[in-house]
């Protein structure tokens, strides 16, 4: 009678397991047959009334069973997730053979590649890259730099002021002299970011551009030092070929004070339209760091020496791609800066 009834009951599981469409269904069906409150477990329950000998015999045939109801539950388990795998892979088939939509590729700014080029020419020879502030006192903007107030350089470099003493700092030179407060020799930074000065917009001029500061102390450092780095430098840049010429200028935060050229990478010196007819071309001021300079912020001059220079990043830039109007940089117009990949 017991063998008949759980007979039955595995027959009747496995009819009803073909029509289980999802997981509830066959979590519905599991609990049905196989939980607590199911007909196995009531047979189960009545196997005290059976013999000592029938007992195991029963036993062994209800465990069949369940063994039997519970695999068939995994297999039917298995083709109901192939079959919502399916459906989801058919539904969300992609047509891999339909044209794209173009991706636009954006590029970066041309001066930002040339900020770039520029600071990994000096990172590659040993230079840290620091930045400084933009809104900047006027005691590192100037006094520091051996600028006192009411000096006639001051006019040179007129910028926007905050307060009395907070400007807009016109040069990146300022930097210098918060690395020279930080740092113990020796010191070894270049320092690029953006300057502002109260200059009308022109093909020449911008209230705002950018330069990168050079800065090296140390002791034993000479003019010969800075010569050679800057001609590396210029050669990296603009060519193995490239030359240069130091020409004597002022500054007053360097003594002595050069302007350097660079040989014409377009004419090699010749002269063409865009070194208009000189073969040289100015790119930077540089010079010794002035004592007083040193001494200000805190570095012994009878110690140490250094070097220290300035590159305005438009005035590379122009050149490099052959720019004739630094306006184009700023106007934003993607036609133009689509160009600088
Ligand atoms: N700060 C100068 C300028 O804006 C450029 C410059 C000249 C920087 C000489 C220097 C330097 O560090 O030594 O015109």
Request: hydrophobic share 40%; proline share 8%; charged share 30%.
């Given at each position: 009678m017991i063998r008949e009834q759980l007979e039955k009951i595995k027959n009747q599981a496995l009819s009803e397991l073909i029509s289980a469409e999802n997981e509830a269904a066959l979590e519905e069906l599991r609990v049905k047959v196989l939980g607590k409150k199911s007909e196995l477990s009531s047979v189960l329950r009545g196997m005290g009334q059976l013999s000592a000998e029938e007992r195991p015999v029963v036993g062994a045939l209800a465990n069949e069973v369940r063994a039997a109801v519970e695999n068939a539950l995994a297999e039917r388990r298995e083709i109901i997730m192939k079959k919502i795998g399916d459906a989801k892979l058919a539904a969300e088939r992609i047509d891999v053979t339909m044209p794209g939509k173009a991706q636009r590729r954006g590029n970066r700014h041309p001066l930002g590649i040339v900020e770039y080029e520029m600071a990994e020419i000096f990172r590659t020879m040993g230079f840290d890259i620091v930045e400084g502030p933009e809104v900047e006192y006027d005691y590192y903007n100037f006094q520091a730099l051996n600028i006192p107030e009411n000096h006639p350089a001051r006019d040179t470099q007129d910028t926007f002021y905050i307060t009395d003493n907070i400007l807009l700092r016109s040069q990146t030179s300022g930097v210098?002299?918060?690395?020279?407060?930080?740092?113990?020799?020796?010191?070894?930074?270049?320092?690029?970011?953006?300057?502002?000065r109260s200059d009308a917009v022109d093909a020449t001029h911008s209230p705002n551009f950018h330069q990168m500061e050079g800065l090296v102390i140390d002791k034993g450092i000479t003019m010969g030092d800075l010569r050679g780095q800057l001609l590396m430098f210029a050669q990296r840049m603009f060519g193995e070929d490239t030359k240069i010429r130091f020409r004597p200028h002022h500054f007053p935060f360097t003594e002595p004070s050069a302007e350097v050229d660079i040989s014409c990478f377009a004419c090699g010196g010749k002269g063409c339209r865009i070194c208009k007819g000189e073969g040289w071309i100015e790119i930077l001021g540089c010079g010794m760091v002035h004592p007083n300079v040193l001494q200000m912020s805190g570095i012994d001059p009878e110690i140490y020496t250094g070097f220290a220079f300035g590159v305005g990043i438009?005035?590379?830039?122009?050149?490099?791609?052959?720019?004739?109007?630094?306006?184009?940089?700023?106007?934003?117009?993607?036609?133009?800066?689509?160009?600088?990949?």
């Open positions: 210098q002299v918060h690395v020279m407060e930080q740092t113990p020799p020796p010191i070894r930074i270049v320092s690029p970011g953006r300057v502002y438009e005035r590379v830039t122009l050149f490099r791609y052959a720019i004739d109007d630094m306006r184009l940089l700023y106007e934003n117009d993607v036609r133009f800066l689509r160009q600088f990949r």
